[in-house]
């Protein structure tokens, strides 16, 4: 889960509140894409003036597990095609009112 949690376990079904941290691959398969033209409700920051941006889902590697995230600036849907290859990366998503950037996870085409 994200933003990681020490316990607490998010899932109803779990046994218990101990929780692992496990490392997962940056690397894996667009699986599917869409690209959002409007702008999120408050209290989600957004740009003004709003510029569209892409969402994809990342079939990881070697875990299999399929990873939704924002991709990265200047990609946008008629960049992306399902089955090519996809790296996790961080980038900026907004300045907060005390001047702090806020970063995030993305996803960007492999190079």
Do not use: H
């Not at 969402?55 to 939704?68: F, K, N, P, R, T």
């Amino acid at each position: 889960m994200f933003p990681p949690r020490a316990s607490n376990c998010p899932n109803p079904g779990c046994d218990g509140d101990q929780l692992e941290s496990v490392a997962l691959s940056r690397r894996g398969t667009l699986w599917s894409y869409t690209e959002n033209r409007y702008a999120p409700p408050p209290p989600y920051p957004a740009p003004d003036p709003f510029e569209p941006f892409a969402v994809a889902a990342v079939q990881l590697a070697e875990e299999g597990l399929i990873v939704l995230g924002k991709v990265v600036d200047d990609t946008l849907a008629a960049d992306l095609k399902v089955g090519m290859e996809m790296e996790l990366t961080t980038m900026p998503l907004f300045v907060d009112d005390d001047g702090v950037e806020r970063i995030v996870y993305g996803w960007r085409i492999a190079s």
